[in-house]
Nanobody
Framework: QVQLVESGGGLVQHGDPLKPSCAAS????????FGWFRQGQGKEREFVAT????????FYSDSGKGRFAISRDNDKNMVYLHMNNVNSDGTGVYLC??????????????????WGQGTHVTVSS
């Protein structure tokens, strides 16, 4: 059973960088696609980025292109979301998900089998 634990959220100033992290354990990850999602209060889960664990292929939302970078560390079993120039839209709970047999280009969140509890990010102006 794969378990995911997010960390690295908190309060950040508008325009500053932030790097939420996702620690994965309990399984083999080579067949999994990992994704980061953001969920604002009262809003639906919004896709941010995906990475294929095996070949490191990545895909980003339109708002994340050029500002965010998703990566994974095979030795540490970690997935990171490097966020540059965060803005007010960046406030929310950041969730890490994983699933097998997923396409890299923004599969529906319902297809992710594993989820962490999320880490809160608040962007102040």
């Amino acid at each position: 059973q794969v378990q995911l634990v997010e960390s690295g959220g908190g309060l950040v100033q508008h325009g500053d960088p932030l790097k939420p992290s996702c620690a994965a354990s309990g399984g083999t990850f080579s067949t999994l696609t990992f994704g980061w999602f953001r969920q604002g209060q009262g809003k639906e889960r919004e896709f941010v980025a995906t990475v294929d664990w095996q070949d490191r292929t990545t895909f980003y939302s339109d708002s994340g292109k050029g500002r965010f970078a998703i990566s994974r560390d095979n030795d540490k079993n970690m997935v990171y979301l490097h966020m540059n120039n965060v803005n007010s839209d960046g406030t929310g709970v950041y969730l890490c998900g994983a699933g097998s047999g997923l396409s890299i280009d923004n599969p529906p969140s319902s297809r992710y089998r594993y989820w962490g509890q999320g880490t809160h990010v608040t962007v102040s102006s």
